[in-house]
């Protein structure tokens, strides 16, 4: 399959459908499962519950979306949501372009330290520190607040680096230049350098936008009350509740309520999302 | 220099009181309780946990490197293929899991199959339910992984692939023998992650499982959180956190020299 640069790329002629298919088979083989689970996604949401239960497909209702849209109380989820994940934006967006521009000009001994120091977070996930984040948490009386689900990601490892990377690539002649004219480290942070790392912040805010929205266990064990649920949160206990009777239409059309804005974005975007998710890794 | 010291301050004042300080917290905790680990749920628990990793990381890798191999070029068909794969890493991994409730129950879309596989109703059934949890790991990061090949791909230096096949070298030769050998970097990396994901990913389980039928699914971040926020036995639940933490702590002292290596923060 690599050997694929072998077939001279795009003539411009048409080639004839069953080829095409034939060359693309192992693509096509490979993305058929997630063809198959996203198809019957769709086709669930919108199909009545008792029809989904014997079996039939076919009919279409909008039914499932108006109740999964009452039971689960969206309208307050997205805005949660929205609030903890805009608001955690704001504050990473200060602390990895900081962080990332400090980590550029660090060439003083120890230098190594901090770096390991920072990266020791790429290897312990807030995930795996639940306990010991919510005992914290718990004792800053902070508990059941959009504010403690941020706190644990305020200072970002893969933004810090992502940013570094980019500081890293200004040229140093701009940077003397600056230097010169007088410019305190902070002018030339934010008037000199800044525009010029604009897209390791948007693939920073992408991933970052994308982390949280999804995120499900740290507000699952900070988040007690019913109002302050994000969207993972609230739509889990949907589906439990949706589960006990078997409302496989409401589960479906729930699915769709909670991925709707990121499949939104990701078709509108795919591009800056898949460059996004290239340059999150350390890698690059 | 002062000032570049100052310009860390935010990031490491909020990694010392989530991520260090938290760490001796779970030892505090933990340390007085580790003799409790030997009872057979933890035991158990981390048995499931090492099992469930050595299926989905190797799976996911390989899969994610399959992908990239099928969907690299710009045909209409890998594009879509592309954006199918790529789907699920955007979703939120409760919405997905939700599906599989419904994919998967006894009478579902899938019910031919699953009988036809001995399994009717797979999450009331032990294996059924493990390998449910497994497929659906699989499924949500593979996409990612694939992403990090095609980047991988790109990079490599065509002329040692135009000299191979100049050579005489077939397709399967070339990838073994070049194409493989040259992406591992690529693969180091993406194996690291998909570890940390398996290690930290449950959120599968709370929808599809919740660690049953009689433990089978019961990941150890699984069984942290029900021991420290169902039980509020924050010693043992401390104790199990603290396993977690030396893999992780391994897992990182391992990888971080080579890491370093392989990959160019200088650009």
């Known amino acids: 399959m690599t050997g694929s640069q072998a077939i001279s790329p795009a003539t411009g002629k048409r080639k004839p459908l069953g080829m095409a298919l034939l060359r693309n088979a192992p693509a096509l083989l490979l993305a058929s499962p997630f063809l198959f689970i996203a198809a019957f996604t769709l086709l669930a949401a919108f199909t009545p519950t008792a029809d989904l239960n014997r079996g039939q497909l076919g009919s279409f209702t909008l039914e499932n979306f108006r109740l999964a849209w009452e039971s689960a109380d969206f309208p307050r989820l997205y805005a949660n949501t929205l609030l903890f ?13 900081t962080a990332g521009f400090a980590l550029a000009q660090l060439k003083v ?65 701009l940077l003397d230049a600056a230097r010169v004219d007088g410019a305190t480290p902070w002018q030339i942070l934010y008037r000199v350098m800044l525009p010029l ?37 609230g739509f889990a206990a949907f589906a439990r509740s949706a589960e006990s009777g078997m409302e496989w239409g409401l589960i479906a059309a729930g699915a769709v309520l909670v991925a709707l804005p990121l499949v939104l974005g990701f078709v509108l975007f795919q591009r800056a999302f898949v460059e996004a998710f290239a340059r999150s890794g350390l890698k690059g | 220099m002062l000032g570049v010291w100052l310009f860390l301050l935010p990031t490491l004042v909020f990694l010392a009181a989530f991520t260090y300080l938290p760490f001796g917290i779970a030892a505090w905790e933990g340390l007085p309780a580790l003799g409790s680990l030997l009872q057979r749920e933890n035991l158990n628990a981390l048995g499931v946990t090492a099992l469930y990793t050595l299926l989905v990381v190797p799976l996911s890798v390989a ?47 899938l019910q031919g199959t ?105 990941h150890l971040l699984y069984r942290v959180y029900t021991l420290g926020f169902e039980y509020f036995d924050f010693p043992q639940a401390g104790a199990l956190t603290l396993v977690l933490l ?17 990959v160019h923060y200088d650009g």
């Open chain 2, 63 to 109: 899969l994610g490197l399959l992908a990239a191999l099928a969907v690299e070029g710009n045909s209409r068909f890998r594009l879509l293929a592309r954006a199918l794969i790529f789907h699920p890493v955007i979703l939120p991994t409760v919405a997905f899991a939700a599906v599989f409730l419904y994919l998967l129950n006894p009478l579902g879309p």
């Open chain 1, 85 to 97: 994940t805009l608001g955690l934006l704001l504050v990473q967006l200060f602390t990895v372009t």
């Open chain 2, 246 to 262: 030396t893999a992780l702590t391994t897992l990182a002292l391992l990888a971080l020299p080579r890491l370093e290596r392989g």
């Open chain 2, 114 to 218: 699953l009988r036809w596989l001995g399994l009717q109703n797979p999450l009331g059934d032990p294996l059924g339910a493990f390998l449910a949890v497994v497929l659906i790991g699989v499924l949500k990061d593979m996409g990612l992984f694939m992403l990090y090949y095609l980047a991988g791909l790109q990079a490599l230096p065509k002329e040692i692939l135009e000299a191979a096949k100049v050579d005489g070298a077939g397709r399967t030769a070339t990838f073994l023998r070049i194409t493989l050998p040259l992406l591992s970097p690529t693969t180091f990396f993406v194996g690291i992650m998909a570890t940390l994901g398996a290690l930290r990913n449950v959120d599968h389980i709370f929808v599809l499982t919740k660690g049953g039928p009689v433990g089978a699914t019961d």
């Open chain 1, 109 to 173: 001994r120890g230098r190594n330290a901090v770096f390991y120091l920072i990266l020791a977070q790429l290897f312990l996930p807030p995930s795996a520190l639940i306990l010991p984040n919510y005992l914290l948490i718990h004792r800053l009386g902070l508990s059941d607040t959009l504010t403690a689900l941020a706190l644990p990601y305020v200072a970002s490892a893969t933004g810090a680096f992502l940013l570094r990377q980019g500081f890293l690539q200004v040229p140093r002649e």
């Open chain 1, 197 to 233: 790392v604009r897209p390791q912040l948007a693939a920073f805010a992408l991933v970052s936008l994308v982390y949280h929205w999804n995120e499900f266990l740290w507000p699952l064990v900070v988040i007690q009350s019913r109002e302050k649920r994000v969207l993972s949160l």
